[in-house]
């Protein structure tokens, strides 16, 4: 029903729009024809006529814009909301349970994982929204250390495989090529949420089978990469920029099925934005898996050394 409201003020803004539009043109051919001896008239009449049509324009898109946006924003309460309350209802079915009825050992042992599980997934929402609305604002200054990316990813798959309950072949970290070190300067907690974020998307967007292969390697040499790469939905190839913005979730019915907040990949592209890198997606097209490159500057030699100076310190 607010889809169809929404959309209902889309056409509504841009009709508006095209109707005033037309009106100036009348007005501002009637003036020209009226003054069309007097050149100076004439003149400023364009003028007026070119002011009031881009203020026109510009009046539209921003309206149409802001009722995207609402309607983005109701998508995310929407999710978050489902977020949060599915767990809190979970949890507390079995705990009710647990209060009423007697149970052996192996079933308490289950109904606790269960609860476990759902608490880890509440928690990581609660986390998520936090951590948006933590970048959202000016860019922290923080201290940054150096960081070496292998075991990192590394400690980030293990977490993925014990959250999803995967075997540990389902998501594979490739060998660094010339077993070299992949370091860069920033924040260790950042770098984590954005590749827990990529592994969770890459899982979550395989519902056939998760087979996810990660690799890092040295590009253009000063940069580092982190392509994880799952054989899920797919992406087509005009939502590889769109979905990386604020509450923005792909269209379409396998998408629809996949619960989400539309956050995860917005905090990635910040997150590598305030390291100096950034976040890009790619894919052969539905169905057939999508790649998401995290790039980052590696930590050059000297700043390397003065890190190390500074933790010894």
């Known amino acids: 029903m607010n889809i169809n409201r929404r959309r209902g003020a889309i056409a509504f803004f841009i009709t508006l729009g095209a109707i005033l539009v037309g009106l100036a043109v009348t007005l501002n051919v009637g003036w020209v024809v009226l003054n069309e001896r007097t050149v100076a008239l004439a003149v400023l009449g364009i003028i007026l006529f070119s002011?009031?049509?881009?203020?026109?324009?510009?009046?539209?898109?921003?309206?149409?814009?802001?009722?995207?946006?609402?309607?983005?924003?109701?998508?995310?309460?929407?999710?978050?909301?489902?977020?949060?309350?599915?767990?809190?209802?979970?949890?507390?079915?079995?705990?009710?349970?647990?209060?009423?009825?007697?149970?052996?050992?192996?079933?308490?042992?289950?109904?606790?994982?269960?609860?476990?599980?759902?608490?880890?997934?509440?928690?990581?929402?609660?986390?998520?929204?936090?951590?948006?609305g933590e970048l959202g604002q000016r860019h922290r200054q923080q201290n940054r250390t150096l960081i070496d990316l292998e075991p990192l990813v590394a400690d980030c798959i293990a977490v993925s495989l014990q959250r999803h309950h995967l075997p540990s072949d389902a998501i594979q970290l490739d060998?660094?090529?010339?077993?070299?070190?992949?370091?860069?300067?920033?924040?260790?907690?950042?770098?984590?949420?954005?590749?827990?974020?990529?592994?969770?998307?890459?899982?979550?967007?395989?519902?056939?089978?998760?087979?996810?292969?990660?690799?890092?390697?040295?590009?253009?040499?000063?940069?580092?990469?982190?392509?994880?790469?799952d054989t899920g939905i797919g992406l087509p190839s005009n939502q590889f920029k769109r979905i990386f913005k604020r509450f923005y979730r792909a269209p379409g019915r396998a998408m629809l099925r996949i619960k989400g907040t539309g956050l995860g990949l917005f905090l990635v592209r910040n997150i590598a934005r305030q390291h100096g890198g950034d976040a890009t997606a790619s894919s052969p097209g539905l169905n057939k898996g999508t790649t998401i490159t995290l790039t980052l500057p590696l930590a050059n030699p000297t700043t390397q050394t003065a890190a190390v100076a500074t933790t010894t310190a």
């Not at 609860?115 to 609660?126: F, G, H, K, N």
């Not at 990660?214 to 940069?223: D, E, F, G, V």
Request: aromatic share 6%; hydrophobic share 45%; glycine share 2%.
């Open 175 to 229: 060998p660094v090529p010339g077993a070299v070190r992949l370091r860069v300067l920033g924040i260790t907690e950042d770098l984590r949420t954005a590749v827990l974020n990529l592994l969770d998307n890459a899982v979550k967007y395989s519902p056939e089978g998760v087979h996810v292969r990660c690799s890092l390697a040295i590009t253009h040499y000063t940069w580092v990469t982190l392509r994880i790469t």
């Open 51 to 132: 002011v009031l049509i881009a203020g026109v324009v510009l009046n539209t898109v921003f309206l149409v814009r802001e009722v995207r946006r609402n309607e983005r924003q109701d998508s995310f309460l929407n999710a978050v909301t489902h977020e949060l309350k599915t767990p809190i209802a979970s949890m507390r079915l079995y705990l009710e349970t647990l209060q009423r009825r007697p149970l052996d050992d192996a079933q308490r042992q289950q109904f606790y994982k269960i609860m476990l599980a759902d608490s880890d997934r509440l928690l990581a929402t609660v986390e998520q929204v936090l951590k948006a």
